[in-house]
């Protein structure tokens, strides 16, 4: 009988594995097609209220998700981190009118990841609540900052910023359309990049830093460096989320735009949409998103009205704090998990 050599071996298995990579790179490239046609059909209403702060969201998600998801470092200053990089591109857009707009996203987003470096250096010393309550000042403080001192705002009487011109090589993006696609744009490049990262030295050092860092430190993996080198990217992506936030959706900002809540509604989102996951950052964004329009229409619809909208926003806060308690004990690894088993169930009876 011929013998059956080692490279035919691991030949055999990796037709699969490569059929399987193929189809996920024909859907990601289907689906940004996809997102890229929206605006033949979809209404000013849609761009504006849903869709682009849905993505927005999803990349300050992505953000918090390689700092506490991939790195294990908890953190309550999203909100903070927001408000650098939207006060940092705005001043770059204005005070060196002659920087294109990528790159003053890009700069806001640099110094935004230098603060976040900052705040993160209690990480090397502290851990689990103590961090977060390091995190948390840092985001008081950097409220208090962009409220009491006025050159961040250019001197404006409500301390609020309003959105530059927004524009790439001659083309207006301040058009529904044009905010729609920059987002995209800016989301889709962020998302490969930080898929690559997770999957390089980088990402793997993360993974071993969260799941036990004394064993990393033993091992001599620069465990001081992996935290700090997660907080700036976590950071930089955050500070490019805050700018987006700011000019592509609300167009008028303050710092009080950027508050505790922001941090909380960002963290509700990875902890729903699934830690250590990057398809749970859009996932649970659209939750955040979506479930207030739904609650919305539901309440005017089907209620007539009778339901009064403060009280439909704690039905909304309990239906939130009831999700995430379930999901920390039943599904730590949230939405993205569930819907993940549910597509390899499908496919299974499928090949049956």
């Known amino acids: 009988m011929a013998s059956i050599g080692t490279d035919a071996i691991e030949g055999f298995g990796s037709t699969d594995e490569t059929a399987r990579s193929w ?81 003053s996203l890009l700069l806001g987003g640099i110094i935004s990841g230098v603060v976040g470096v900052i705040v993160g250096l209690p990480s090397l010393r502290i851990k689990g609540f103590y961090l977060v309550a390091s ?80 064993a990393a430190s033993v091992i001599g993996i620069p465990v001081a460096t992996g935290k700090l080198k997660a907080f700036f990217v976590s950071s930089l992506v955050i500070g490019i989320a805050g700018a987006l936030w700011a000019f592509a959706y609300l167009g008028t900002v303050d710092a009080r735009s950027f508050n505790l809540d922001r941090s909380f509604q960002v963290m509700f989102a990875i902890i729903i949409g699934g830690m250590g996951s990057i398809s749970g950052n859009y996932v649970g964004a659209a939750f955040m998103i979506l479930l207030p329009i739904l609650l919305d229409h539901v309440g005017g619809g089907v209620f007539g009205g009778a339901i009064d909208p403060g009280q439909l926003e704690n039905l909304q806060k309990a239906l939130f704090g009831a999700l995430i308690v379930w999901f920390l004990i039943k599904e730590p690894r949230g939405l993205a998990a569930l819907l993940s088993r549910a597509w390899t169930q499908l496919a299974s009876r499928f090949e049956r």
């Open 135 to 214: 995190t948390l000042a840092a985001q008081f403080v950097l409220e208090w900052l962009f409220n009491q001192y006025g050159w961040f705002s250019n001197y404006s009487t409500s301390s609020s910023i309003s959105a530059p011109r927004l524009a790439i090589l001659g083309h207006d993006l301040s058009s529904p359309t044009g905010r729609y696609l920059l987002t995209l744009a800016t989301v889709a490049i962020v998302t490969v990049v930080a898929i690559r990262l997770v999957r390089s030295q980088t990402g793997r050092t993360w993974m071993a830093i969260r799941d036990m860092d004394t």
């Open 23 to 103: 189809l996920r790179i024909a859907l990601t490239v289907a689906l940004l097609a996809g997102l890229a046609a929206v605006p033949l059909v979809a209404n000013d209403y849609w761009l504006n209220a849903v869709l682009i702060p849905f993505l927005i969201m999803s990349l300050t998600a992505l953000g918090l998700n390689l700092l506490m998801g991939y790195a294990g470092q908890a953190s309550l200053g999203s909100g903070g981190f927001m408000a650098v990089g939207a006060y940092a591109t705005y001043n770059m857009l204005l005070r060196l009118p002659e920087l294109p707009l990528p790159v």
